[in-house]
């Protein structure tokens, strides 16, 4: 069988993906020294079995007994890969970074006929934007409202209680003072282990001695409640409010529910309601002061995943607003693997990106239906703070400062005008009537619209 059979089948096989018992015939061997030839050639890495053929893709990942199986030199599967690849890449028409823009406002739900409702799409926008910090003030104040339909913060309470969603501070502290500007990061909960698994390390900050004592004692009795710290420290409402945001803008302690947050900030500006106790809904815990390096390539591969379905386009550019994103370089490798499996594409999506560019097979359809869409002078505004704020980025121009106060307005994907404090600044060229209209706008108080 080696001398003469062995090099028939491996010549068979090296042109085209069969069954055993077809190369058997085609060769007129009997089935079993076909069979075992092919094994031989399989411990050598010389051929591959598995299901190729379009007949046979119901069975892919089958492990029932009976199921047919393919033989297939493995030269030539990797070709056929490559060249199925390629047709792939070649089939995509980049879009213009104004046509991404007006993807992007479709795709997280900030367009006002694509906004979510209730505590389901509350759930689906913490998905989204998982991991990335932006001031704490700023969630509540304009990124949330802005991808829902009356958006109610009850809603964000009952996710936190229930145990689906959880908040905290992962990038190292440059100031240790809690504010509404503290930057906090939202995802769900069951994620929440591998964001902190990626934090940056860093200095442990230097707390004061009762935040000292507020930690410590979490960390021996586990997650408590307002209530019992103050009868274990023996410590009045002001003075553990005080430690517990220094524990919180460290990046050393969390509560179950948001309320808590609020109310701390809320204390920060001191104009925390008489009934502040009661806001302190949920316990408090703490969080470890390093990373869990045992996690760091699961966490990885989970961070890929969520930048996907955040962006629906992937690309190294897009990394400039998450500081807390492992580097591209080791992305990459989570995308490479993905698109060999066959689960994302590859290919030039947007133009004027350079490097790799990876998407979501649902948001390529997406961004051909844009693409299609013809422009009708649509603004929409979001607060800089925005993970969509993308000016300077992915648009032309000047980067803006992510201030949650702040806010800029973009019309058919293109920024046109930013209010910045008091002021408001065009970023294209617009006539005196459109800047007074946009200003008009800008200064609303409500939540970003699209118009």
Same mark, same amino acid.
């Given at each position: ?116 409702t209730g505590i389901d799409g509350l759930r689906e926008i ?55 500007? /503290?930057?906090? +990061?939202?995802?769900? %909960?069951?994620? &929440?282990?591998? $964001?902190? #698994? !990626?934090?940056?390390? @860093? ?67 001191? /104009?925390?309601? +008489?009934?502040?106790? %009661?806001?302190? &809904?949920?316990? $408090?815990? #703490? !969080?470890?002061?390093? @990373? ?64 790799e560019q990876y998407a979501l097979a649902d948001a390529v ?87």
């Open positions: 069988m080696d001398a003469i059979g062995r090099p028939r089948v491996q010549h068979e096989v090296a042109r085209i993906d069969l069954h055993a018992a077809a190369l058997a015939a085609l060769l007129g061997l009997p089935d079993g020294d076909v069979e075992d030839a092919l094994l031989a050639l399989e411990s050598e890495g010389v051929v591959l079995r598995g299901r190729f053929s379009p007949a046979l893709a119901a069975f892919r990942g089958s492990t029932e007994p009976g199921r047919p199986v393919e033989w297939c030199d493995r030269a030539l599967l990797a070709r056929i890969h490559r060249y199925t690849l390629n047709r792939l890449r070649a089939e995509i028409e980049p879009v213009s970074p104004a046509d991404f823009m007006r993807f992007l406002f479709k795709w997280q739900h900030v367009d006002r006929p694509s906004q979510l913490v998905s989204l934007l998982g991991g990335f910090e932006l001031p704490a003030g700023a969630w509540e104040r304009s990124v949330l409202p802005a991808r829902m339909d009356r958006y109610d913060p009850s809603m964000l309470d009952m996710l936190c209680l229930a145990g689906e969603v959880a908040w905290a501070r992962l990038s190292p502290p440059k100031v240790l003072k809690l504010g509404s500007v /503290t930057p906090v +990061a939202l995802q769900l %909960r069951d994620d &929440a282990e591998l $964001w902190q #698994a !990626l934090r940056v390390p @860093a200095t442990p900050p230097a707390i004061s001695d009762d935040a000292h004592l507020v930690l410590d004692t979490l960390r021996l009795r586990g997650a408590s409640f307002f209530g019992d710290l103050e009868s274990v420290l023996q410590f009045d409402g002001a003075r553990l409010r005080h430690a517990l945001g220094l524990l919180v803008s460290a990046g050393l302690a969390v509560s179950d529910g948001f309320s808590g947050l609020r109310t701390l900030i809320a204390a920060s500006k001191g /104009t925390i309601p +008489a009934t502040g106790r %009661r806001n302190f &809904a949920g316990r $408090w815990s #703490a !969080l470890a002061g390093e @990373a869990n390096g045992e996690l760091r390539g699961v966490a990885v591969e989970r961070q890929a995943h969520v930048l996907l379905r955040r962006y629906g386009v992937m690309f190294r550019r897009l990394l400039t607003r998450e500081p807390n994103a492992a580097p591209w370089c080791e992305l990459t490798r989570v995308y490479r693997r993905l698109e060999a499996r066959g689960e994302i594409r590859g290919g030039r999506f947007v133009s004027g990106m350079a490097g359809p997406v961004l051909r239906e844009v693409r299609r869409t013809p422009v009708d002078g649509r603004l929409t505004m979001i607060s800089t703070a925005d993970p969509l704020n993308l000016t300077g980025i992915v648009t032309a121009g000047e980067r803006l400062r992510a201030a949650g106060r702040n806010r800029v307005a973009y019309r058919d994907g293109q920024p046109v005008a930013v209010l910045e404090g008091e002021d408001v600044r065009p970023l294209a060229a617009i006539d005196h009537r459109e800047l007074v209209e946009l200003t008009r706008l800008l200064i609303r108080r409500r939540a970003p619209i699209s118009a």
